[in-house]
C-alpha cells in the first residue's frame, strides 16, 4: 500500500473505532467483544442468561400487538447500539434492522424482542468476522428474499452478502419498496439490487490492483428468478429499474448462479432462523 498511498507505518492495528483487530500470519480477526460487554452493562444485562438465537422463529413483530407502549428512549438507544454492533456481527443484521422499523411508538414486546437480541449477544461475545490470508481475491456474491414477510404491510426483505476470497465483507437486509406478487418476483427484485452492489464493489480491488477479469457469480436459490432475467418481459409489471440485471448478465459483470436453498449463505438477512439453521450459515 505504501507504494499506492503517502502513509506511515505505526506497527500492527489492534483497535479502531471500538472494534478489536488480532492479527496472525494466517489470519486477520475483527470483533467488538469490549463494546458488546459495555452494552450488556448499559443496559443492565450483564449476568442475564444468553440465548441460542436471536429472534423466536414462531413469531412476528406488528406495529399494534397490543403488549403497550414502551419507553421510546430506551428502545432507541438499544436498537442504535445494535446496529452499530453489525459492524462486525453479520449474524444480528436481520434483527436489528427489523427492530429498527418500530423505532416510533415502540410497544413493550418490540423493547422485550430487542433485549432478547442482546441476551444472544451475551452468548457470542467472541464472535466476529474472520479473514484468512492465501485465499483467491475473487469477488462472490449471495443473494435471497423471504417472500412477504412483513405483518404490516406484506413487503418482503431481501438480504445479500458479497466475499472477497474468505468472509463477509459487505452485507445488507432491506424491506423492498413494493409488494412481490411471487417468490419469483421477490427474488429477481434481491438479485437487482445485490446487482447494483456488485457493480460497485468490482472497483474496489481494481484500485488495489486485483482486478476482476471475470464475471462475479452471485447465488441465488430459486430458478424461476434465474429464468426472469433471461427474458423479462414475463414481468413487465415490475418496475423497469430492476431489468438492468439483463444487461450486467449480457456484459459479464454478474453471472446468476443457481444454489440450492440449503447452502444460500443471504437467508441469515431475511428471516428468523431456527437454531441448526442460524449456527450452520453463521
Known sequence: ??????????????????????????????????????????????????????????????????????????????????????????????????????????????????????????????????????????????????????????????????SFGSGVFAWASVKQNFVALSTAEAEYISASEATTQAIWLRFVPEDFGELQTEATPLHCDNISAIAITKNPVFTKHIDRRYHFIKDALQEGIVDLIYCPTNEQLADIFTKALAKDRLCYLR
Not at 423505532?103 to 432478547?116: E, Q, Y
Open 1 to 162: 500500500m505504501k507504494e499506492k498511498y503517502e502513509m506511515t507505518d505505526l506497527g500492527l492495528l489492534h483497535h479502531f473505532l471500538g472494534m478489536g483487530v488480532i492479527q496472525t500470519p494466517t489470519s486477520i480477526f475483527i470483533h467488538q467483544k469490549k463494546y458488546a460487554t459495555t452494552l450488556l452493562s448499559r443496559f443492565g444485562l450483564s449476568e442475564c442468561k444468553p440465548l441460542s438465537i436471536p429472534l423466536v422463529t414462531s413469531e412476528k413483530l406488528s406495529k399494534d400487538d397490543g403488549s403497550g407502549l414502551a419507553s421510546e428512549e430506551q428502545y432507541r438507544r438499544i436498537v442504535g447500539s445494535l446496529l452499530y454492533l453489525i459492524a462486525t456481527r453479520p449474524d444480528i443484521m436481520f434483527a436489528a434492522s427489523l427492530l429498527a422499523t418500530f423505532m416510533h411508538c415502540p410497544t413493550s414486546k418490540h423493547l422485550g424482542t430487542a433485549k432478547r437480541v442482546l441476551r444472544y449477544v451475551k452468548g457470542t461475545l467472541d464472535y466476529g468476522l474472520e479473514y484468512e490470508k492465501g485465499k483467491e481475491a475473487v469477488l462472490i456474491g449471495y443473494c435471497d428474499s423471504d417472500w412477504s414477510g412483513s405483518v404490516n404491510d406484506s413487503k418482503s426483505t431481501f438480504g445479500y452478502a458479497f
